[in-house]
Nanobody, 121 residues
């Protein structure tokens, strides 16, 4: 069983900061990549940021320079530092992990339950 638990969401004023965390637990052998996606009402889910096991990162153009993704491989945890938040950042943020379970030959993707981020103007 795999569980991704997100935390750190909440209500913040424009220009403020939040730090999201996502901890993966279960019978995990290794994690190839982890990322953050977001979905606003009436919009499709989009990639915000991703990071590989080697530390390579990529960001959506809308958040580049404001958000920073990082991971602690020993804790199977990924973080998203969100600075200079804007109202358009308001969305449910979902953690994603591509990982191997013990005794598994294939990597599979898993999703967290989502955490609400609301940025007021």
């Amino acid at each position: 069983q795999v569980q991704l638990v997100e935390s750190g969401g909440g209500l913040v004023q424009a220009g403020g900061s939040l730090r999201l965390s996502c901890a993966a637990s279960g019978s995990i052998l290794s994690i190839n990549a982890m990322g953050w996606y977001r979905q606003a009402p009436g919009k499709q889910r989009e990639l915000v940021a991703a990071i590989t096991s080697g530390g390579s990162t990529n960001y959506a153009d809308s958040v580049k320079g404001r958000f920073t993704i990082s991971r602690d491989n020993a804790k199977n945890t990924v973080y998203l530092q969100m600075n200079s938040l804007k109202p358009e950042d308001t969305a449910v943020y979902y953690c994603n992990a591509d990982l191997y379970l013990y005794y598994s030959d294939d990597a599979q993707g898993y999703w967290g339950q989502g955490t609400q981020v609301t940025v007021s103007s």
